[in-house]
């Protein structure tokens, strides 16, 4: 038996009021509610199961980092930048609140947006090699 972790199958993520960030995440995300109650909701997007959980007010997933730096705790990846650069724009015409396409000096680039609840989380140009291989995903 192969006793590695293969896979992240579900994120929590904590929110202020389950209807509101459930319509959201599927509105504006484009997540597929699987089933929703009024502590939680749970969503498909990006290959696995978020689970927005209700939480007390102004908890989110960020973190700070030992320079005073609020982090996010998750990545999404897109493929390639032309697919990052039409992200921004469709984020933007749905009134995401993002942040601008930045080179952080490493391959690809990258964008930050919020959920209604002030979660951060990235976006990635790159996907990484297992995926593409795995779902046969060419340039």
């Known amino acids: 038996m192969n006793k590695k972790l293969l896979r992240v199958g579900t994120t929590?993520?904590?929110?202020?009021?389950?209807?509101?960030?459930?319509?959201?995440?599927?509105?504006?995300?484009?997540?597929?509610?699987?089933?929703?109650?009024?502590?939680?909701?749970?969503?498909?997007f990006a290959n696995q199961s978020f689970f927005l959980v209700k939480s007390k007010e102004n908890q989110s997933s960020n973190f700070y980092d030992i320079c005073g730096v609020e982090r996010f705790s998750i990545t999404f990846e897109v493929n390639g930048l032309n697919a990052l650069e039409a992200i921004h724009r469709d984020f933007i015409d749905k009134q995401i609140r993002i942040g601008a396409i930045e080179n952080r000096g490493h391959s690809g680039r990258n964008f930050v947006f919020f959920d209604l609840d002030g979660n951060k989380f990235d976006v990635w140009s790159e996907l990484s090699p297992i995926f593409k291989e795995k779902y046969l995903i060419s340039q």
Do not use: M, R
Request: charged content about 25%.
């Open 12 to 44: 929590y993520i904590p929110v202020s009021n389950v209807e509101h960030s459930s319509e959201w995440y599927v509105n504006k995300l484009g997540a597929e509610l699987s089933y929703k109650d009024e502590d939680k909701a749970i969503l498909n």
